[in-house]
């Protein structure tokens, strides 16, 4: 694993590096972040020409931005990337505007994205890789928080890589919260979240942020918060509450959310990612069931 430092932030956004004969990196992370993951490689003695793939777990900003820039410095990888994702990977023109727009001040601090050489993008949803030495690595279509998110579950470790699939885990306060922007799917995100289960993974490798263990028991909390906050979304949407009321039974129902909120608002990334948007991603759900 290698902390990208994104915008000087710790424990924000992670690459991993997977080496079997062959190097695979999880995760490009954002253009800013390029050569602090650079320097992550050199130190764990990666050969730049001996990656072989980037698998980018999605094109947001923070995930799969940087891969244009990485790649001009490793000239024989390729990017795995779902079909729906590629061509924002090729032409980030649009992927740039609207994320300035969603997320403001932060996109800056992700930087802008280079285009990515057709080329040298495999669009995939599913289907696997030998990485040798006995290894394999899985490519699962995880959609949900976006409609292009890829999972990556490998043998070595029987880990899986979810990109923003499983949550964005807080290893200092051990809680998971929603990782559900609009334009978000639940119904989509839940049977995301069954595949991963039925893999039976022992180790979940999280973008946001780090390595955690019981897996599967994570898998299905995650589950049930959200469905918590869908219910309660719904419920909200039904009743004609406000916005701000939604929000607020969602920190007194979800003990996690309710711990962590001080954090989260006080926090320059995670005020604008991880409050409102999450939420907003919910009620804007739950109005196309209503
Ligand atoms: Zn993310």
Redesign the pocket.
Known sequence: MIDLETGGFRNL?CSYVLKGDKIILVESGPTSSVNTLVEGLKELKVKFTDVEYVAVTHV?L??GGGAGSLLKLLPNAKVLVHPRGAPHLIDPTRLWESSKSVLGRVSEIFGKPEPVPEERIVPIAEGSFDLGGGGKIYVVETVGHASHNLSFFETFNVGVFP??AAG?YFSEFDYVIP?SPPPFRLDAALASLDKLISLKPAVLYY??FGKASDAVKRLKDYKAQLQLWGRIALEGVKEKRSFEQICERILREDAAMNRIAGYLSAHPVYSV?ALGNTVQGFVEYAKTLT
């Open positions: 956004i947001h923070d995930h990109g923003d964005t990782t973008s946001h990612t």
